[in-house]
């Protein structure tokens, strides 16, 4: 992990020098499947890379344990994508959570992930051997990033054809009965290239309930998980190049009770074009189509109390970045880009009381939202100084929300409408970055942000025994302002030090608020205010590596006169670190080990569910046994550390617990 820019641009090659009467050979035509170079005020906001190496070392092979290596990053809960509810799987940065839905943007070769109807993040589908890196930057984004970026943004770039070997495949055997099998090819086509890939993660579970809440009806978090990819880079010039990717997956998972079966699914498809000219060019249009589905069993009854069995949702949208040539000096980019979301929910209530379990009512609820902006953004490099600073402006909307709730007989029990909403929305950032020497530089930004409240927030109410959370048509949209500064250390070769100090303030932060006994209401309270400091940290030492980072995050919820007012905001740490040794040889084995600490907690905003800190210890080793095979062999939470990921008035949920897993990698 390092903070230096990630998507290497390979130099496009001048032709060579013509023969006497010789015809001109024809331009050298590079394919890279990047997209355009980052900007030279990016290490101003203090971005984080994961490299390829640590993406495919990781001990669970899922990319939301890569993802905590930044210390700060955070789900809604401490679950990761084989026992936690797929709607829960919202992604945060610096303590800004309290709720399920992402205030990260996160993003795929420039395409939003986030599911539209209630924010949360495909994990499972996101595997980290098809990646060539990540780039994690904490704090509001503007710019190009637009819309969502209020606790940070998550770039996650496709593996690149230097990346990916002709042909690679890999099984793996663990714990509970699991097994993970994955295969890729990528082939060159004329002068570019294509690759297929295709993952299947299933495992019997592990029991997720402590022992002593068990019940006849407990059963362990079972998954069955698959997903495809294909993407496709070929040249049209010299320095233009079209890029395809397409992602189809499903996500099938058990927790806590028989019967209590969610899954997820998606697909999605997007087209990109990358022109590296006098003129440079990014501009990428996408769909997706996704789904949800997740039955509710009582835990007073084990009776089905809910099937909420249908949740379609479509988005679409594109973007449009132009460079044109101002010079050595400055690089401007000028810009605009669109998302238009549409989701709706159908899902029948149970009375679980009767043993008859009838049908009590049908709910249909769904609506539309739409942002759309222009931005402009400029890199203006004085000799070591380097001043950037951009500015969007937004226009959104929120449209046709309704909910709709009929008797079992096919009666109105509720029918209603609510208003349209649109409005414009300006955000913007500023940074500078002055290398003071060679091994120091000196940074600081300011930044807004903005993020619309999804559909589920808006229009769906729920319930997760023994708390019932009501939904608001009338929510706000959270603003962020935020300011910071920091300085990256690189005393001698191998070695960096970074340092970031933060303040940040989300205003009409969306909130689960207690209202009543076991009754929450979705709300926007005045502010969560985050402010704190992250440190990370690498050396290496001949084939030995050590990274590692630590949050300190001091957040409140700024709430005058509320009981809540002044209490640390729901499912927020106050300290996050992690560190891993890795022994990595050029040829031979190699060893790793990651250690991570998340202290307390909360479940809920008044601070009566705590959720105990805790510190996990995750291993892997490799050996190399020739022709292009190497044994695996992985660990996850060696220790056995209970990890509490839920606490709702004593019903407990418990996080992975010891894992083992055994396997082969083939590349050739």
Excluded: C
Excluded at 464 to 469: A, D, K, L, R, S
Excluded at 642 to 657: F, K, M, Q, Y
């Amino acid at each position: 992990m390092r903070r230096t820019p990630f998507l290497p641009l390979l130099v496009i090659a001048a032709p060579a020098p013509a023969l006497a009467d010789a015809p001109d050979p024809s331009p050298q035509i590079i394919v890279t499947g990047s997209g355009l170079p980052l900007p030279p005020g990016t290490p101003a906001y203090g971005s984080t890379t994961i490299e390829r190496d640590r993406l495919v070392a990781a001990a669970s092979g899922g990319i939301e344990s890569v993802l905590a290596d930044v210390a700060g990053f955070q789900q809604f809960r401490r679950s990761d994508s084989r026992s936690a509810n797929p709607s829960a799987q919202g992604a945060t940065l610096r303590a800004l959570g309290g709720n399920a839905s992402s205030r990260t943007l996160v993003l795929l070769d420039g395409v939003p992930m986030a599911d539209q109807f209630f924010g949360y993040i495909p994990f499972n589908a996101l595997a980290p051997d098809r990646l060539s890196a990540v780039r994690i930057t904490r704090g509001g984004g503007a710019g190009a990033f637009g819309a969502g970026a209020v606790a940070g943004t998550i770039e996650l770039a496709s593996g690149l054809r230097n990346d990916l070997p002709g042909l690679a495949a890999s099984a793996f055997y663990g714990s509970e009965n699991a097994t993970s099998v994955s295969g890729e090819v990528t082939q060159d086509l004329g002068q570019g290239y294509v690759t297929a890939s295709a993952r299947w993660d299933r495992g019997d579970g592990f029991q997720t309930t402590p022992t002593d809440q068990r019940t006849p009806a407990t059963v362990p978090a079972k998954y069955d998980s698959w997903s495809t990819s294909l993407r496709a880079v070929a040249p049209l010039s010299p320095n233009t190049e079209i890029q395809f990717r397409g992602l189809v997956f499903r996500d099938a998972r058990t927790l806590r009770f028989a019967g209590t079966d969610s899954t997820s699914q998606g697909q999605d498809a997007s087209i990109r074009l990358i022109s590296r000219g006098a003129w440079q060019i990014d501009a990428l249009a996408y769909v997706q189509a996704r789904n949800f589905s997740n039955v509710v069993i009582s835990a007073r009854t084990f009776r089905k109390s809910v099937d909420q069995r249908s949740t379609p949702s479509n988005g679409i949208g594109g973007k449009i970045e132009l460079r044109p040539p101002v010079g050595d000096a400055h690089l401007l980019r000028i810009g605009a880009d669109t998302r238009f979301s549409s989701g709706d929910m159908f899902e029948d209530a149970y009375n679980a009381n009767v043993p008859a379990n009838p049908i009590t009512a049908r709910r249909h609820a769904g609506g539309d939202e739409n942002v759309s902006g222009l931005f402009i953004e400029d890199d203006w490099t004085i000799g070591s100084l380097v001043l950037t600073g951009g500015v969007r402006a937004d226009r959104w909307s929120i449209t046709n929300g309704f909910f709709d709730m009929r008797g079992a007989d096919g009666s109105v029990q509720a029918q209603n409408r609510f208003a349209d909403r649109e409005g414009w929305n300006v955000s913007g950032r500023a940074g500078v970055l002055w290398h003071a020497s060679d091994a120091i530089a000196l940074r600081g930004a300011a930044y807004t942000g903005f993020r619309l409240p999804t559909l589920n927030e808006l229009y769906r109410p729920f319930t997760v025994f023994p708390i019932t959370t009501q939904a608001n048509a009338t929510l706000d949209l959270e603003k962020l302002r935020g300011v910071e500064g920091g300085f990256d250390l690189t005393p001698a070769k191998g070695i960096s030090l970074s340092v970031t100090g933060f303040y940040n303030r989300l205003g009409n932060a969306i909130a689960n608020v207690t209202i009543g006994p076991n009754l929450r209401q979705r709300q926007n309270v005045s502010a969560i205010v985050a402010k704190g400091v992250e440190v990370s940290g690498a050396a290496q030492q001949g084939d030995f590596r050590l990274s590692a980072s630590y949050a300190y995050s001091h957040a409140i919820v700024d709430a005058p006169g509320q009981t809540f007012g002044g209490l640390v905001p729901a499912q927020s740490p106050r300290h996050a670190a992690n560190g891993t040794l890795a022994w990595l040889p050029k040829a031979g084995p190699m060893l790793s080990a990651t250690v991570r600490y998340v202290s307390q907690q909360f479940e809920d905003d008044l601070q009566t569910d705590a959720l105990k800190g805790a510190v996990t210890l995750d291993a892997s080793a490799r050996l190399p046994l020739g022709h292009g095979v190497t044994l695996i062999a992985r660990g996850e939470n060696l220790t056995d550390t209970e990890v509490i990921t839920r606490n709702a008035a004593g019903s407990i949920d418990l996080g992975t617990p010891r894992t083992l897993w055994i396997g082969f990698r083939f590349e050739h």
